[in-house]
C-alpha cells in the first residue's frame, strides 16, 4: 500500500525525520509568505507536472488546482537550501536484508542518476556509526544520523518495502526531508491496524477474485500456505481466503491473522497450519484462543513445533480440533 506524501511526513516525524512545517487543505487557505503547494496524489513525477508549486499566493494556487480536479493539497513553509539528494532504504530482495541506497543527485528519478551507490545494513545488527559515516562521506554530507536510523526504523517496524526520500534538502539548519513515498508491505498490513487507524483509512483485505470458497487459511511461511491452499483444492474444498503469518510468528500475529481471516463473510471454516522450528506453539495456539472470543467459526489446527505439548494442550481445553496431519485437518474441514 502506497503512502500519500503528507501520510509519509507524518511517520518521517514521528520516526525523528525532519520535514517542513505544513499544513493539509482540502479547500483554499490563507497563508503568510513564501509556501510550497503540492498536489497529493499517490503517482510521482508531480513536479513536472506542475503540481508543485512554489508560490506567495497559497489561496490563488489551491483554487487553480482545484480546477484541475485536484482535491487535496499539502502546504508547506518554503525550505531554501542549496543541495539536494537522494535517500532511501528497502529490502534486498536476493540478500533478505535491507539498504540504504543513495545518491548525490536528488530530486531526479533516481533510475537515471548516474552516480548511485547501496550500502547494506544487515537486520541482526541495524544501523551502526560507521554505516552513517560512510553514507555522510559518500553523499558529502554532515548530520544524516537521524535521517537514516529513522528511514531504517520505518523500514522495520512499518514492515515498509520502500521508504525513500527525494529530495533531502541540505539546508543551514541540517537535513530536510522535502518529500516523501512510502510503500507498506501489503501482506503485513493486518499487523497495522493502528498506524492505518492513524491515517483514517481502514485496512481491508483485497477481494480474490479467484477464491469463491468457503474455507479461511492462514499458515507460517508463504510456501507453507500456498501448500495449503493446494492441499485444500486437492481434497476437493474451496478456499475463500489466506493469510501467510510470516515465519517466527508469535501471539499477536496468530490473533491478528486470525481476526482478518474471520472478519471475511464468506470464511465459514478455517485451516491454520503451522509447522514451525522456532514458532512457539504455546504463543500459537494463545493467540488462536484470544481470537477465538470474536470469530465464532470451527477452526481446525495443526500444530508442530516447539513447545507443541503445551499449545495443544492450551486448543484442546478451549475446545478447538488439533492435529499433526495437515491432510486431517483439512479434510475434517472440508467435511464440515
Ligand atoms: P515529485 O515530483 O512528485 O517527486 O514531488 P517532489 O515533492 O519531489 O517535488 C519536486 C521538486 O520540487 C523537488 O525536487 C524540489 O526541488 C521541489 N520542492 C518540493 N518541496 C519543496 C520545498 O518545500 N521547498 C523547496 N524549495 N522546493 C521544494
Ligand atoms: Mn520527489
Sequence with gaps: MKLYEY????????????????????EPIKWDGKAVVKAQLLEGGRGKRGLVRITDDVYGTIVEMKRQGIGKFLVEEFVPHDREVYLSVMIDRDQRDPIVVASPEGGIDVESAKDVKVFKIP?????????????????????????????????????????????????????????????????????????LKSFNREYKQEPYVELEGDVGIIGNGAGLTMATMDMVKLLGGNPADFLDVGGGANREAVKGALLAIGKNPKVKKVVINIYGGITRCDEVALGIVEAMKEVRKPI???LVGTNEEEGRKILRDNGVKVYDQALQAIGDAIRL
Design 300 to 302: 481446525f489446527v495443526r
Design 123 to 195: 537486520l541482526e545488527r541495524g544501523v551502526r556509526p560507521y554505516d552513517v559515516v560512510k553514507i555522510e562521506k559518500y553523499l558529502n554530507v554532515k548530520g544524516l544520523g537521524d535521517v537514516i536510523k529513522g528511514l531504517y526504523r520505518i523500514l522495520v517496524e512499518a514492515e515498509a518495502e520502500l521508504v525513500e526520500i527525494n529530495p533531502l534538502a541540505i539546508t543551514d539548519k541540517g537535513p530536510m526531508a522535502l518529500d516523501s513515498k512510502v510503500i507498506l508491505e501489503d501482506n503485513a498490513l493486518f499487523r497495522h491496524e493502528d498506524l
Design 7 to 26: 501520510e509519509g511526513k507524518q511517520l518521517f516525524s514521528s520516526f525523528g525525520i525532519p520535514v517542513p512545517h505544513g499544513k493539509l487543505a482540502t
